[in-house]
């Protein structure tokens, strides 16, 4: 399949799974900051898009990038809380290499009270249908898990739900899984975009 061909919808669907992922226990507090490492710190993108520049995680990720700024966009219902990406090299059975690039991207809702596990159903349900490759397919390279993660909103400590998605591709070299990888963030965009468009509806 050539590059080409992995640009339409309709092929990048074919090789997406997406999977639901059990509510985690992991605690994030929004805003954040870490101590040890400066840098690495909550960006409030929504009253600062110009801030973009300053998160490192997305120098050289357009894909991520894109989908950063539309989740933090006027219209959307929706704050990014943080992201990071990664290529590892990993062995097979059999010993063979396979490369996998990796992702995540977190981020909830501005209104506080739609801040539950349920709301967020109609998006899930959304990128399922708009990505999956359906369940009898075992045809695929990309990997889209969707994770409810709790938060806690300061200043006020209020308990509220968050939602990661961790975007997976592999491949037999790191460059093929980085496009790959970067193809199926393009295509989670997409659906978003469409589903911010028309209100959130699905």
Not at 38 to 64: T, W
Request: net charge negative; glycine share 6%.
């Amino acid at each position: 399949m050539t590059r080409t061909t992995m640009h339409r919808p309709e092929a990048t669907r074919r090789s997406t799974r997406v999977e639901l992922r059990p509510p985690t226990d992991k605690l994030t507090a929004v805003p954040y900051s870490t101590p040890d490492d400066p840098d690495r710190r909550f960006i409030d993108l929504r009253a600062h898009p110009e801030q973009v520049e300053l998160i490192g995680e997305l120098d050289g990720r357009p894909a991520m990038r894109e989908q950063i700024m539309l989740l933090n966009a006027r219209s959307s219902p929706f704050f990014s809380i943080g992201c990071e990406r990664a290529v590892s090299r990993l062995r097979r059975e059999d010993g063979s290499p396979v490369w996998k690039t990796t992702s995540y991207v977190q981020f909830a809702f501005v209104e506080q009270d739609r801040c539950e596990i349920m709301t967020y159903e109609p998006f899930v349900r959304a990128l399922h249908a708009g990505l999956d490759c359906g369940a009898d397919s075992d045809e695929w390279n990309r990997l889209v898990e969707l994770e409810p993660d709790p938060i806690v909103l300061q200043p006020t400590g209020r308990r509220a739900w968050s939602l990661t998605i961790w975007t997976t591709a592999y491949a037999l070299d790191g460059e093929t899984s980085v496009h790959e990888w970067s193809l199926c963030m393009l295509a989670q965009t997409s659906v978003m975009r469409s589903w911010i468009r028309f209100g959130g509806d699905g």
